[in-house]
């Protein structure tokens, strides 16, 4: 059962930090998810930050957070 609501935000800016940092994607997103979010040009990097969000408040609602 969940007990709360709430909103994840993720500043693109945090994003485009990430991109310069070697393997920091591989370590939140799959294969997959990063060839189909780069494949989109630019909007790639909005995709990311929400699949980004949606992870995190996934677990944080499991209460595990982005571990495991």
């Given at each position: 059962?969940?007990?709360?609501?709430?909103?994840?935000?993720?500043?693109?800016?945090?994003?485009?930090?990430?991109?310069?940092?070697?393997?920091?994607?591989?370590?939140?997103?799959?294969?997959?998810?990063?060839?189909?979010?780069?494949?989109?040009?630019?909007?790639?990097?909005?995709?990311?930050?929400?699949?980004?969000?949606?992870k995190e408040?996934?677990?944080?609602?499991?209460?595990?957070?982005?571990?495991?």
């Open positions: 059962m969940i007990l709360g609501i709430g909103i994840d935000v993720v500043h693109v800016y945090r994003m485009r930090r990430w991109e310069k940092v070697p393997g920091l994607f591989q370590r939140f997103f799959n294969e997959e998810e990063l060839n189909a979010a780069l494949a989109k040009g630019e909007g790639g990097i909005l995709s990311l930050a929400a699949r980004f969000a949606a408040a996934f677990g944080k609602a499991l209460g595990t957070g982005l571990h495991g």
